[in-house]
């Protein structure tokens, strides 16, 4: 056994808690969110101590969530945003209790990273990732509110894509998540491990 008994607790029971609060708070779509399906599978990937399962959720959020946390902490010690990820955390019109949950943002990358790190980097995660990424990503244009823009599949950004032909933002998404974040992702991952 890799990883001791007790993170693999914590973090059962801190999703099974953010599993039913988000369900009931955001909805079912707010699940789609590639962070929300890294958190959620981090719990198998825990317990059976799984490389390739470690390695396809790695890929998928280590450099959003760690830009997440960057711009949540950066804004929270100098009160500057440096991007939009994050505005939320400080939207005092949702409950301190409601918004601490989204701290996962913050260990969830190095949680990863570390199982990466303890279990070995599987290269077949970036086709998984990639494939599975496009799927999710379709689900979340196909059946998703624009306004929500869930893993931006309806234009990057918080808000949905209104310039330009409503298709483009998604097209956009689906040549950015593999250019920009899986492909750094997958070589960071390569060297670490």
Known sequence: MHFPLWLKLFETAFVAVLVVVYARTWGWAN??????????????????EDALLASVLALLIVIPDGFWGVSYVARLATGKRISGLSDYMFDAAKPRWLRALSLFHLWLPALLLAMVVTLGYRAEALTIAW??????????????????????????????????APWSGFASMLV?????????????LTWIA
């Open 31 to 48: 699940f789609l969110w590639f962070s929300d399906i890294a958190l959620i599978g981090s719990v198998p990937a825990l317990w059976l």
């Open 131 to 164: 494939i599975g990424g496009y799927v999710v990503v379709w689900v979340c244009r196909r059946f998703t509110d624009p306004v929500e823009n869930i893993n931006w599949a309806f234009g990057f950004g918080g808000r949905p894509q209104t310039r330009d």
């Open 176 to 188: 950015a998540f593999p250019l920009v974040i899986w492909l750094p992702t997958h070589f960071l």
